[in-house]
Structures are given as structure tokens and as C-alpha cells.
């Protein structure tokens, strides 16, 4: 179906940060299928461990206990501040089990006949009905109406405008399960979110008993340089969303909770291929290749590197570009409001200097490389883009 505008070339192969087109065109992927290929194109642990599992079990029923599942379940609440894990297929998936959840605390811990989350105004949490609807972005919305009711939005990193809809809403009691929000917002352009913003909002979800969750879909899994979002913000939610770059490239998502938050019972949710050996295998392989390459260090060093090239590019072209900001390897480039082209015409621009890039927003311009770029491949990306830049 004609859901997507596609750039016109076709990539048939990948080796590391490098993906190939049906011509023979090589690029450097500063994409990975949108913050997803964690360690790469073609990763030789991720190859051997997804091939030794297919000789061994593929898929099982949830109906059975399942082995892979249980042991990445176990790295998860390791190394996290939650102690279950429900696994699904996708962000979306993974953040309509985090509604339910929501919804299941605003009837049974916080008696509330309608349950409320709220989310904030130019945030992404998926397109299925729910998730588009906690989605604060109108345009995601035209067409869908009616949309699933009891969410409700305020303004990113706006505290005041954030107690206020808080107020609104439970002037009269108890009204709202949850907040759902994206540590950095991704798909709305790259927008960090604010430590003094997120610690009032922890401290007002936990004096109402109201869930505070992370949408950690895309910057999870050591995108930012630590290995969940939240760790930038110097707070713990109640619960958190995954997906993208846990399974380095394999449909999965993941809702993980902390014991308190934990109102799920037998028969509540449930998903045929959520959690299922395959799946958990790559997900296994990175999370022991994370550990393993030391990958957060890189990540940190890497995300400096392209942050400190893409301030130098704003010198350069300060009729083009005005700002970068993000965290570790998901930076973004804000252009000038006048500039002569969008973020989208600048990515498919950079397709003839041999360079993916990806839009987030009419504005801003991504760079989301594997977890496993090394220096020079930093160096190449921003050579091309600065070619790219020339061009326009
Ligand atoms: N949440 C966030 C923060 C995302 O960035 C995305 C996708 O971009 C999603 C949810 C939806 O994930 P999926 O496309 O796997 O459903």
C-alpha cells in the first residue's frame, strides 16, 4: 500500500555502517533502519547466534515457558530499575501494553472510573490507535478520528503548563492513571528533555500514586551513552517502553515495570509472537555485545565526536543550519527557519554524496549510526553531509 513516500533507491545488502543499493552504490548508514541496527548491518555474533537458533527452536506458544525469553527478561531487570518484562513485537505494541497497564493502576490502585494519561504536545509513541493517540501531534490524528479517549497533552519540558493540566484534571480527585513520555523526544525533532522538568514531574506522579512512564523505543538500549534515557535524567520511572534497537534489527518490544507497577495477571495481555526464542536470541546477542565492545563507552565518545563535527558544520553554513543537540549517537541538526531547503530535501540530497540521513520533523535532520561506528566512519559522515551542504 502507498503508506510510505520511499527515497528511490533500493538497498539489497549491509556490512557494518555500510549498506549497498542494487546498482552497486555504496552508503554510509547513519539511519540503521531509524535507530534500530544497533550493532550494524550483517553483525558476525548476531549472524552465528540467530543461525544456531534457528537450527534450535524458532517460535513457541507463551502458552510454554520459554528459556530465551526468561534469560533476557533477567538481563533486563539487571541492568535496569525494573523486575518484570512483557515482550511484544514493536514501540507500538510495547506502549499499548503500557496504556492498559495504565489504565489497569487507574481502576484498581488509584479507583478511577475513567483513567487519564497524559503526554505530551509533539511526542511520537506509535501509530496504532492508542499509541497515535497518546502521539501529541495532530497530524498523526486527521483522518483517524475518533481517536481513543482519556488522553490528554501538555508541552514538552513545560512545568508549569505540565502542573497545571495535572490540576485541571484532578480538581476533583483522583483522574489520572499515568504520564507517558519520550526521555528525548526522537521523531518530534530531537528534543532532550529537561532534568528539572523530569524530577518535578517523578515527584508529582509519586506523591499522587499516578505512573510515571519512559517511552524508551528509540533511545533505549545505549543510544544515548547510558543505557536507558532516564539515566540522563537522573530519575527512575514506574515503568518503560522498548523496541528499536533491542533486537539490533529483529521485531521486538518490550514493556518493563517496576515490582509496585506490576498489576498485570495471567490472561490481562497477551501476544502470539511477543517474546518468542528467536526474537529474545537477538535480543540476548546485544545486550552480551553492548557488554561485551564496551559499546556505551563508544557510544559516548563517538556521540561527542558528531556532536563537536556538527557544531563546526553550523560555522560553516550558519545561513543553513542554526543549532545540534541530543544525546550520544542520536543528534540532531536543527536548520534555519528560512533555509532553502527542509530536513526531508537535505536526505535525499545527501543519497548523491552516498549518505542515509533521516528527517525528524520538517526541521531537523537525524543521524542515528549503529552503536559500533568507529571514528573515521564519524569523519566520513560528516564530510559527506558537509558536501551535501555545499550542494544546496
Ligand atoms: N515510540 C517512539 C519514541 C518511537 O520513536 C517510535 C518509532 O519511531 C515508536 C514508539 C513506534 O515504534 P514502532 O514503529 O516499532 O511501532
Same mark, same amino acid.
Given at each position: 500500500?502507498?503508506?510510505?513516500?520511499?527515497?528511490?533507491?533500493?538497498?539489497?545488502?549491509?556490512?557494518?555502517?555500510?549498506?549497498?543499493?542494487?546498482?552497486?552504490?555504496?552508503?554510509?548508514?547513519?539511519?540503521?533502519?531509524?535507530?534500530?541496527?544497533?550493532?550494524?548491518?550483517? &553483525?558476525?555474533?548476531?549472524?552465528?547466534?540467530?543461525?544456531?537458533?534457528?537450527?534450535?527452536?524458532?517460535?513457541?506458544?507463551?502458552?510454554?515457558?520459554?528459556?530465551?525469553?526468561?534469560?533476557?527478561?533477567?538481563?533486563?531487570?539487571?541492568?535496569?530499575?525494573?523486575?518484570?518484562?512483557?515482550?511484544?513485537?514493536?514501540?507500538?505494541?510495547?506502549?499499548?501494553?503500557?496504556?492498559?497497564?495504565?489504565?489497569? &493502576?487507574?481502576?484498581?490502585?488509584?479507583?478511577?472510573?475513567?483513567?487519564?494519561?497524559?503526554?505530551?504536545?509533539?511526542?511520537? &509513541?506509535?501509530?496504532?490507535?492508542?499509541?497515535?493517540?497518546?502521539?501529541?501531534?495532530?497530524?498523526?490524528?486527521?483522518?483517524?478520528?475518533?481517536?481513543?479517549?482519556?488522553?490528554?497533552?501538555?508541552?514538552?519540558?513545560?512545568?508549569?503548563?505540565?502542573?497545571?493540566?495535572?490540576?485541571?484534571?484532578?480538581?476533583?480527585?483522583?483522574?489520572?492513571?499515568?504520564?507517558?513520555?519520550?526521555?528525548?523526544?526522537?521523531?518530534?525533532?530531537?528534543?532532550?528533555?529537561?532534568?528539572?522538568?523530569?524530577?518535578?514531574?517523578?515527584?508529582?506522579?509519586?506523591?499522587?500514586?499516578?505512573?510515571?512512564?519512559?517511552?524508551?523505543?528509540?533511545?533505549?538500549?545505549?543510544?544515548?551513552?547510558?543505557?536507558?534515557?532516564?539515566?540522563?535524567?537522573?530519575?527512575?520511572?514506574?515503568?518503560?517502553?522498548?523496541?528499536?534497537?533491542?533486537?539490533?534489527?529483529?521485531?521486538?518490544?518490550?514493556?518493563?515495570?517496576?515490582?509496585?507497577?506490576?498489576?498485570?495477571?495471567?490472561?490481562?495481555?497477551?501476544?502470539?509472537?511477543?517474546?518468542?526464542?528467536?526474537?529474545?536470541?537477538?535480543?540476548?546477542?546485544?545486550?552480551?555485545?553492548?557488554?561485551?565492545?564496551?559499546?556505551?563507552?563508544?557510544?559516548?565518545?563517538?556521540?561527542?565526536?558528531?556532536?563537536?563535527?556538527?557544531?563546526?558544520?553550523?560555522?560553516?553554513?550558519?545561513?543553513?543550519?542554526?543549532?545540534?543537540?541530543?544525546?550520544?549517537?542520536?543528534?540532531?541538526?536543527?536548520?534555519?527557519?528560512?533555509?532553502?531547503?527542509?530536513?526531508?530535501?537535505?536526505?535525499?540530497?545527501?543519497?548523491?554524496?552516498?549518505?542515509?540521513?533521516?528527517?525528524?520533523?520538517?526541521?531537523?535532520?537525524?543521524?542515528?549510526?549503529?552503536?559500533?561506528?568507529?571514528?573515521?566512519?564519524?569523519?566520513?559522515?560528516?564530510?559527506?553531509?558537509?558536501?551535501?551542504?555545499?550542494?544546496?
Amino acid at each position: 500500500m502507498g503508506t510510505y513516500a520511499r527515497f528511490p533507491i533500493t538497498l539489497v545488502k549491509g556490512q557494518g555502517c555500510w549498506v549497498v543499493d542494487d546498482t552497486g552504490k555504496r552508503y554510509l548508514d547513519s539511519v540503521a533502519g531509524i535507530a534500530t541496527c544497533t550493532l550494524g548491518h550483517s &553483525h558476525p555474533a548476531l549472524r552465528r547466534a540467530l543461525k544456531r537458533q534457528l537450527r534450535t527452536l524458532q517460535h513457541v506458544s507463551n502458552l510454554y515457558r520459554i528459556p530465551e525469553q526468561e534469560e533476557l527478561a533477567h538481563w533486563l531487570a539487571t541492568n535496569s530499575c525494573a523486575s518484570s518484562v512483557f515482550f511484544c513485537n514493536s514501540g507500538a505494541e510495547a506502549n499499548e501494553a503500557a496504556i492498559k497497564l495504565a489504565r489497569k &493502576h487507574g481502576h484498581t490502585r488509584r479507583n478511577i472510573e475513567r483513567p487519564i494519561i497524559l503526554t505530551a504536545a509533539s511526542s511520537f &509513541h506509535g501509530r496504532t490507535l492508542a499509541a497515535v493517540t497518546a502521539t501529541g501531534q495532530p497530524k498523526y490524528h486527521q483522518g483517524f478520528e475518533p481517536l481513543v479517549e482519556g488522553f490528554d497533552y501538555f508541552p514538552y519540558n513545560d512545568l508549569q503548563a505540565f502542573e497545571a493540566l495535572l490540576e485541571r484534571h484532578e480538581a476533583n480527585g483522583p483522574a489520572v492513571a499515568a504520564v507517558l513520555i519520550e526521555p528525548l523526544q526522537g521523531e518530534g525533532g530531537v528534543n532532550p528533555g529537561d532534568r528539572t522538568f523530569f524530577k518535578r514531574v517523578r515527584e508529582l506522579c509519586s506523591e499522587r500514586n499516578i505512573l510515571l512512564i519512559l517511552d524508551e523505543v528509540q533511545v533505549g538500549m545505549g543510544r544515548s551513552g547510558c543505557l536507558w534515557g532516564y539515566q540522563q535524567l537522573g530519575i527512575e520511572p514506574d515503568a518503560f517502553t522498548l523496541a528499536k534497537g533491542l533486537g539490533g534489527g529483529h521485531a521486538i518490544g518490550a514493556l518493563l515495570v517496576q515490582q509496585h507497577a506490576d498489576v498485570f495477571q495471567p490472561g490481562d495481555h497477551a501476544s502470539t509472537f511477543g517474546g518468542n526464542p528467536f526474537a529474545c536470541r537477538a535480543g540476548l546477542t546485544v545486550a552480551k555485545e553492548l557488554e561485551r565492545r564496551h559499546l556505551l563507552e563508544n557510544v559516548q565518545a563517538r556521540g561527542e565526536q558528531l556532536q563537536a563535527g556538527l557544531k563546526q558544520l553550523i560555522t560553516t553554513y550558519p545561513e543553513l543550519l542554526k543549532e545540534v543537540r541530543g544525546w550520544g549517537l542520536l543528534q540532531g541538526v536543527v536548520l534555519q527557519d528560512n533555509a532553502k531547503v527542509n530536513a526531508a530535501q537535505l536526505a535525499a540530497k545527501a543519497l548523491d554524496h552516498n549518505l542515509l540521513v533521516v528527517a525528524a520533523g520538517p526541521s531537523v535532520l537525524r543521524m542515528v549510526p549503529p552503536l559500533v561506528i568507529n571514528s573515521r566512519e564519524i569523519q566520513i559522515l560528516l564530510k559527506r553531509l558537509e558536501t551535501t551542504l555545499a550542494h544546496c
